[in-house]
T-cell receptor
Framework: QKEVEQNSGPLSVPEGAIASLNCTYS??????FFWYRQYSGKSPELIMF????GDKEDGRFTAQLNKASQYVSLLIRDSQPSDSATYLC???????????FGKGTRLHILP | DTGVSQDPRHKITKRGQNVTFRCDPI?????LYWYRQTLGQGPEFLTY????????KSRLLSDRFSAERPKGSFSTLEIQRTEQGDSAMYLC?????????????FGPGTRLTVT
């Protein structure tokens, strides 16, 4: 069973601090990884994707990938109350294949 | 707006009835995916298409579920003889390979309530 694991949270972070969200995946053959943000009652919104080891930065967001450890993370700098949402990690199991989602981590930014 | 659209946004039906949902992907996207999401869970893969071809169907999808994409554009998802356990958000996403990967973009979803 190919899985993506996330801590369900909630993760509470003070406004202005760095929020760190983590994800592990079971299939060593996974190629690409995605972070989605989902507000309550809304559909997932793509934030970032990463497919090379290392860091990828986009504004306040940094995705990190370590394929040897099968570990993906998302850092959110200068956290804002509007960042409060559920963050879904997803992995593309094989090239050109479907993606598998984790259950998501609820993030709460404290004003 | 050229995003993914879904219709209807909400559907309430009685157990045993059939329901059909429609998804219109982003126009240049050749892949279309259907997911189901329940409270506190991530989206659960149901099936996906490349153009009009259905490439994979989840083993979790019973034979009461069927999906089509007849002309490689919009898609429909039908649930026959609905059960209360079918109550969920049904999400559609589309993608097109850009550079190295497929990035999926979601529609707003159809929330199904079976009474």
């Amino acid at each position: 069973q190919k899985e993506v694991e996330q801590n369900s949270g909630p993760l509470s972070v003070p406004e202005g601090a760095i929020a760190s969200l983590n994800c592990t995946y079971s299939d060593r053959g996974s190629q690409s990884f995605f972070w989605y943000r989902q507000y309550s009652g809304k559909s997932p919104e793509l934030i970032m994707f990463i497919y090379s080891n290392g860091d990828k930065e986009d504004g306040r967001f940094t995705a990190q990938l370590n394929k040897a450890s099968q570990y993906v993370s998302l850092l959110i700098r200068d956290s804002q109350p509007s960042d409060s949402a559920t963050y879904l990690c997803a992995a593309e199991m094989n090239r050109d294949d479907k993606i598998i989602f984790g259950k998501g981590t609820r993030l709460h930014i404290l004003p | 707006d050229t995003g993914v659209s879904q219709d209807p946004r909400h559907k309430i039906t009685k157990r045993g009835q059939n329901v059909t949902f429609r998804c219109d992907p982003i126009s240049e996207h050749n892949r279309l995916y259907w997911y189901r999401q329940t409270l506190g869970q991530g989206p659960e893969f149901l099936t996906y298409f490349q153009n009009e071809a259905q490439l994979e169907k989840s083993r979790l999808l019973s034979d009461r579920f069927s999906a089509e994409r007849p002309k490689g554009s919009f898609s429909t998802l039908e649930i026959q003889r609905t059960e209360q356990g079918d109550s969920a958000m049904y999400l559609c996403a589309s993608s097109s390979r850009d550079r190295e990967i497929y990035e999926q973009y979601f529609g707003p979803g159809t929330r199904l309530t079976v009474t």
